[in-house]
């Protein structure tokens, strides 16, 4: 069982087998799902789109390799904040929000920083000016530290479904 914003959702074992299905390829048709997850495709459609409505398929994407794009050079960034109000807090995320480069952003704790940004950009002339023209212009980022990433060990955007009953 699932608790959304506004009602809890039962997923069982069908749905999570879809869930999981699509995770992997959200390509595949109706069809192609039906057959893997052992429905004929009107049931299994159904499913999807409740799935859909009730929020736990939020959009469907195509992943695309950065390398192949031109894009060889991913840092992780934690930033610093001067003041903790929600006001400073909002601008930020506001800006941030307008930048491509970004590809994730999460308001941390445990850290010397505030938030940790994953940012992906063409190489280090690019990262550089990036760093010094945008984040570091706006209002209240107070410290910055930077890593790059050497290696993509594990790089997933499915969800672990095994815990759901």
């Given at each position: 069982m699932l608790k959304n914003k506004e009602t809890l959702i039962q997923i069982d074992k069908i749905d999570r087998r879809i869930l999981e299905q699509i995770q992997k390829d959200a390509s595949l048709t109706n069809q192609q799902l039906a057959e893997k997850v052992g429905l004929s495709p009107s049931p299994c459609l159904r499913r999807v789109r409740a799935l859909e409505e009730a929020g736990i398929i939020v959009r469907t994407v195509t992943v695309l390799d950065?390398?192949?794009?031109?894009?060889?050079?991913?840092?992780?960034?934690?930033?610093?904040?001067?003041?903790h109000t929600p006001e400073?807090?909002?601008?930020?995320e506001e800006q941030v929000s307008e930048f491509p480069e970004i590809l994730e952003c999460y308001?941390?704790?445990g850290h010397?920083?505030?938030y940790m940004l994953k940012v992906v950009v063409p190489d280090m002339d690019h990262y550089h000016h990036f760093l010094l023209n945008r984040i570091t212009r706006i209002p209240g980022v107070s410290g910055v530290h930077s890593s790059f990433v050497l290696k993509r060990v594990l790089d997933s955007t499915a969800l672990p479904l095994g815990y759901l009953s």
């Open positions: 950065h390398k192949k794009l031109g894009l060889s050079l991913t840092a992780i960034i934690l930033i610093g904040m001067d003041r400073r807090f909002a601008a930020f308001l941390v704790t010397d920083a505030d």
